[in-house]
């Protein structure tokens, strides 16, 4: 497996999760937050 972020840099496990961590938790925040919108939105119609 080559990690997605080869040429750039030497980036251990570590790095990968924090980069994944910063990047992944807004991105999960804001698809919880769409849902939520869309699933109440629906439900009152």
Same mark, same amino acid.
């Given at each position: 497996?080559? #990690?997605?972020? &080869?040429? *750039? %840099?030497? /980036?251990?496990?570590?790095?990968?999760?924090? *980069? &994944? &961590?910063?990047? %992944?938790? #807004?991105?999960?925040?804001? %698809?919880? *937050? *769409? /849902?939520?919108?869309?699933?109440?939105?629906?439900?009152?119609?």
């Amino acid at each position: 497996m080559t #990690p997605p972020l &080869a040429g *750039i %840099g030497p /980036f251990g496990t570590t790095e990968m999760l924090v *980069i &994944a &961590a910063l990047v %992944g938790g #807004p991105v999960l925040v804001l %698809g919880g *937050i *769409i /849902f939520l919108v869309v699933y109440l939105s629906k439900k009152q119609k």
